[in-house]
């Protein structure tokens, strides 16, 4: 690694390393992931050659059928895939904000505060509304009350939830409905000040209309977060992202522009996907 | 339509039900049988103690003028319970000190036909309060190692043969019999355990010198509630680590990795995302394998329990080292001795009985209080 990046800094303005054979990325890039393997057990990739640069500021949606490692890549991108004991990248770097996030110099813990995630059945922990916004700041040691308050409401505000729940704060974040409970977790997710924020398909548990609110959520959280969305629905995908990765059998068979994947792909396998011909 | 012509008519004089015996059925109902006789066998005995001890022991707990308890029998320690007649053949029955004291009020009166049977006077104060303590210092050591094991073989240990291994260890301790543990306990506690003193006694195995002239002395603690409460916790910990294991593995992984995907240590979700969760479990499935623990006679015969004791535990000592380091009269000690160690007459038998019906009763609120703490968290939980 060169010597920028050995601190595990994660700040924007550092520069990409240069040992990378690739070019280096656009100022826009937030995250490059560089010729990735992935093995849950080893001697299985299930992750082939996987290569993709995600822009700052857009929504990035990874599509396929079951099993094709979208899920699985998401979660190399905060790391996640370290409960795994047996898990590891077996070759290529993910660089985010230019650095590589599985060099021994990072701190996974600092990775996770800046790359947070969403997951598929919304998760609060059984307390009140207010604490499961807070949770990410209180383990970062922030006691203040005005601290807390502030960015409990500024998370809510921007989660759309504030109006609903403002008046009952302190009670159970189980008690919501389910929609408005994914909507607390993004809440948390985001209270942390995040710079990308990861959904491994946020809307699956949730009725039509739930899902409508977080679309259109995700669609105005873009402007302060980098997001990636793992969706099994195609149409989400077109309705929510700008750029959309079709994987297949755990390689990507092709990212481009969302509008271009859906109506003018360069891949026959990514048309009859969307096209609904397979999968 | 259906065309009905060409279906067969119904006779209605035959019922096409009809009960037939197979030797299917007759299989059945010999299996049905067997297995209800098995079941009731359990009830039969079940019934058959409990209505036994109650009989025989609940008159000498409850009395007919208020307040309808004998008293007497919970503040009151064991002593020994004299019988006699006097020349003009009236009839005494009297704890020990009530007995001196009546001799020295009558010193003219002739006793003839004196007996005195051991332990069988008093109450059983004494026994209760070792048997509290025991289970006190039995719950913290058992509980601290058995959490602290458990958090680490479900969330800190990976999986592989080792901790397989490890696990059979610890479900393998499950079938030690208690006697076992009991020696086990006095060789280790009572006979290796380090205590921190001044002058290490003779028996001391290794003595390491410390700051200001004291020594780690390797010379165990005695026969003490500790080394008791210690050997009570060894054992009951393959039961304590199962079921905390058992509430770890209820909290949903959700809990986990969101606390983690916030940036959270290890150990800051574990502590605040799993075991606040998972503890009201822990202690409700606890509180069983303590029940059980409490009433186990062989593990503390040796370490910790004494037959008879004056005085109470905290009349016998001035610290706090001193209080642990004394051995106690325990419940389930106490019946053993009542019950077996003294000669058997009919004088014995309400300390028997009463001490049993008590010690039984107690027990049996526990493992309710336990099983309704379990419905009651069962019903508040929900994820």
């Known amino acids: 690694m060169s010597d920028e990046t050995r601190e595990g800094s994660l700040s924007t303005d550092e520069t990409p ?21 992935f093995a849950y057990v080893k001697g299985k990739d299930v992750l082939r050659d996987i290569s993709m640069q995600i822009n700052k500021g857009q929504v990035t949606a990874f599509i396929g059928p079951s099993g094709c490692g979208k899920s699985t890549l998401l979660r190399c991108l905060n790391r996640m895939n370290d409960l795994i004991p047996t898990a590891e990248i077996t070759k290529g770097e993910i660089r985010i904000l230019g650095t590589d996030i599985y060099d021994p110099s990072v701190d996974v813990i600092e990775l996770r505060k800046h790359v947070g995630m969403v997951f598929q059945k919304y998760n609060p922990f059984p307390k009140s509304i207010y604490e499961n916004v807070a949770f990410g700041l209180r383990i970062q040691g922030i006691k203040s009350k005005s601290v807390l308050d502030e960015a409990v409401e500024r998370s809510l505000k921007l989660a759309g939830l504030w109006e609903e729940v403002k008046d009952r704060l302190d009670s159970s974040g189980l008690g919501l409905s389910g929609g408005q409970q994914q909507r607390l977790c993004i809440a948390r997710t985001i209270a942390v000040q ?16 739930s899902t409508t609110i977080i679309e259109e959520l995700i669609t105005q959280l873009k402007d302060e977060f980098t997001i990636v969305i793992v969706t099994h629905n195609m149409q989400q995908a077109t309705r929510v992202s700008d750029r959309t990765a079709y994987f297949y059998l755990g390689e990507l068979i092709e990212m481009d522009d969302t509008i271009k994947i859906f109506n003018n792909p360069s891949r026959k396998e990514t048309e009859d996907y969307v096209s609904g011909r397979f999968g | 339509m259906h065309d009905q012509a060409t279906d067969p008519p119904l006779q209605k004089s035959e019922n096409p039900f009809q009960k037939k015996i197979t030797p299917q059925k007759r299989q059945d109902a010999v299996v049905s049988t067997v297995l209800r006789m098995a079941t009731y066998f359990i009830l039969i005995c079940a019934a058959f103690i409990f209505l036994d001890i109650i009989r025989k022991g609940a008159p000498v ?14 503040t009151d320690s064991p002593e020994t319970l004299m019988t006699f007649e006097t020349e003009d053949g009236t009839f005494y029955k009297m704890d020990f000190s009530d007995y001196s004291q009546w001799k020295r009020d009558n010193p003219e009166g002739r006793i003839v036909e004196e007996h005195s049977h051991a332990y069988s006077g008093g109450g059983i104060f004494g026994p209760l309060v070792g048997t509290a303590l025991l289970t006190i210092i039995c719950i913290i050591v058992a509980l601290f190692v058995g959490l602290t094991t458990a958090v680490y073989l479900n969330e800190y240990s990976s999986k592989g043969r080792f901790m397989d291994m490890v696990r059979l260890a610890i479900m393998n301790l499950a079938g030690v019999p208690s006697i076992v543990f009991g020696l086990f306990g006095l ?8 205590v921190i003193t001044g002058e290490p006694q003779e028996r001391s195995i290794l003595n390491i010198p410390l700051f200001g002239g004291n020594f780690l002395a390797f010379q165990g603690w005695g026969t003490s509630m500790i080394a008791g409460g210690f050997t009570l916790a060894v054992m009951i910990l393959p039961v304590i680590i199962a079921a905390c294991e058992e509430s770890l593995k209820a909290i949903p992984m959700g809990f986990r990795e969101a606390s983690l995907a916030l940036g959270a240590t290890k150990w800051q979700s574990i502590s605040k995302s799993v075991l606040p969760y998972a503890f009201p479990g822990m202690l409700t499935a606890s509180i069983l394998g303590i029940t059980r623990v409490a009433g186990e006679t062989a593990p503390i015969m040796f370490t910790a329990a004494l037959a008879h004791k004056d005085k109470l535990p905290w009349q016998d000592t001035d610290s706090i080292g001193g209080f642990f380091s004394q051995s106690v009269q325990a419940m389930p000690y106490h019946i053993y001795t009542v019950a077996a160690r003294i000669p058997q007459s009919e004088y014995t038998k309400p300390m028997q ?26 019903k508040r939980v929900k994820w």
Do not use: W
């Open chain 1, 17 to 37: 390393g240069g040992s990378s054979a690739v070019a280096p990325a656009t100022a826009d890039t937030v995250i490059e992931v560089d010729d990735v393997n």
């Open chain 1, 194 to 209: 995040p710079k990308i924020v990861l959904m491994d398909e946020p809307c699956s548990a949730l009725d039509p209309i």
């Open chain 2, 61 to 74: 707990v409850f009395q007919t003028e208020f307040p309808f308890v004998n008293t007497k029998f919970f």
């Open chain 2, 187 to 194: 060789g280790l506690f009572c006979f290796v355990a380090p």
């Open chain 2, 353 to 378: 009985f009463g001490s049993v019906f008590v010690f039984m009763v107690l027990v049996m609120c526990f493992a309710a209080l336990s099983i309704f703490m379990r419905i009651n968290y069962r």
